[in-house]
Nanobody, 121 residues
Framework: QVQLVESGGGLVQAGGSLRLSCAAS????????MGWYRQGPGKQRELVAR???????NYADSVKGRFTISRDNAKNTVSLQMNSLNPEDTAVYYC???????????????WGQGTQVTVSS
């Protein structure tokens, strides 16, 4: 069994910062890509940022220059530093990871339960 547990969400004023963290645990052989997605009110879930095992990153255009994703392969964690937050960043943020549970297993996507980020104007 694999679990992803997020932490760090909350309420912040526009212009403020938050740091989200996500820890993967359970029967993990290898984690490939890790990422953060978000779903705002009345919107579809969208990619925020993702990072490969080697550290290559991709960001949504709307967060480039404001958000930074990082990971610790030894600890199976991924973090998202969010600066210069604005009300449009309000959403439930989900951690995602591609995980192999065995040497010969395929890469399967796992999701966290989500953490609410609310940015007030």
């Amino acid at each position: 069994q694999v679990q992803l547990v997020e932490s760090g969400g909350g309420l912040v004023q526009a212009g403020g910062s938050l740091r989200l963290s996500c820890a993967a645990s359970g029967s993990i052989f290898l984690i490939t890509v890790m990422g953060w997605y978000r779903q705002g009110p009345g919107k579809q879930r969208e990619l925020v940022a993702r990072i490969s095992r080697g550290g290559s990153t991709n960001y949504a255009d709307s967060v480039k220059g404001r958000f930074t994703i990082s990971r610790d392969n030894a600890k199976n964690t991924v973090s998202l530093q969010m600066n210069s937050l604005n009300p449009e960043d309000t959403a439930v943020y989900y951690c995602s990871a591609g995980i192999k549970v065995g040497a010969l297993s395929g890469d399967q996507d796992y999701w966290g339960q989500g953490t609410q980020v609310t940015v007030s104007s």
